[in-house]
């Protein structure tokens, strides 16, 4: 097995198991300070809670999802784009599974997502905008990277690890308002206990988010993994979609790194060279190559940064 399979796959297990493991510690020490006994009635009952919102959302989400991005399933025969699901149908062929329904989103920006539920099946959604300036070797780069969700049940597991979170927002938020109100959790505990320990709570779900998106930045490089792994020159074709899909969005994106290396070359007194046009797409991914990305650059992102995404990508051109 690949080492960077073996990396991604063990910091997601134990990162996952430590969420799970830490918040439930912390959420059952609280309430057994002060409801006692009747500490595993009130987790019960929040996990159910929680847990049928969740699954709700889960199951009607594919159909919320299109309506907000306007998509329209594709079917084979379409004369416009029936071609796309003869390319999404080789990436699973690629990946060994089943060919998920494709859409078409009709959004002003590039952009590719898989989604899914057991009613509604599994889905694989391109932007009218990614389209327009991809190549089909890079769409099916993009489809090895969504497909890889789908195949690693990514919507699942985020649906699980995210209990933990939601749980602990839910009962600080109750305990917060049974203080406010003047509720207690028995004589050695008051109002201003509950009070205080909701807002804890409160506090402790908003930074186990940060796990949730150092988990979901190591799913998204393992969806980059599989699809340097599973689909012909993915690697390559990989890298210049995200170089096509930045420049789209940002199209200054390479000015502002000429203008850091101008720097530093009028600093050592060197003369710099004339610019070119925008949008150099090779241009960008060699800056990407060798840029230097402090550990905190992603830290509120739920993707990691280009840069680290094309270094992985370059690393396993080798392996």
């Known amino acids: ?46 996990l159910i809670l929680v847990g049928i919102i969740n699954v709700i959302q889960w199951l009607v989400g594919p159909y919320l999802i299109n309506a907000m991005y306007r998509a329209k399933e594709v079917t084979p025969g379409d004369p416009q784009y029936g071609w796309l699901v003869n390319l999404v149908d080789e990436v699973a062929l690629y990946n060994k599974i089943g060919t998920p329904k494709v859409y078409i989103a009709d959004v002003p920006f590039p952009n590719a997502f898989a989604y899914g539920s057991p009613i509604a099946g599994k889905r694989v959604a391109i932007t ?55 509720g207690g959790g028995g004589q050695r505990n008051g109002s201003l206990y509950a009070w205080a320990i909701g807002i804890g709570l409160l506090v402790l779900s908003f930074i186990f988010q940060f796990f949730i998106l150092a988990i979901n930045r190591m799913r998204e490089a393992y969806a980059d993994f599989n699809s340097a792994k599973t689909v012909p020159g993915g690697a390559d074709n990989l890298e210049r979609a995200l170089a096509k899909i930045t420049l789209t969005v940002d199209p200054r994106a390479v000015e502002r790194y000429r203008n850091k290396n101008n720097i530093m070359k009028m600093l050592f ?30 830290f509120f992102s739920d993707h990691p940064h280009p840069a680290k995404r094309i270094q992985m990508l370059e690393k396993l051109k080798y392996q």
């Open 269 to 298: 007194f060197t003369s710099t060279t004339p610019q070119e046009v925008y949008g150099n797409v090779d241009e960008l991914i060699n800056y990407w190559k060798t840029e230097r990305v402090p550990w905190y650059a992603d």
């Open 128 to 182: 009218l905008p990614l389209l327009r300036v991809l190549t089909p070797d890079e769409i099916k780069a993009v489809l090895g990277h969504e497909l890889g969700h789908l195949k690693h049940r990514d919507v699942e597991l985020l649906l699980a690890i995210g209990l933990i979170p939601a749980i602990m927002y839910w009962i600080g938020y109750s305990l917060m308002w049974s203080g406010f109100l003047g």
């Open 1 to 46: 097995m690949n080492l960077v399979s073996i990396k991604l796959k063990l910091g997601m297990i134990l990162l996952s198991l430590a969420v799970l493991v830490a918040g439930f510690a912390l959420v059952y020490g609280v309430l057994g300070y002060l409801y006692g006994s009747f500490t595993p009635y009130i987790i019960v009952g929040a």
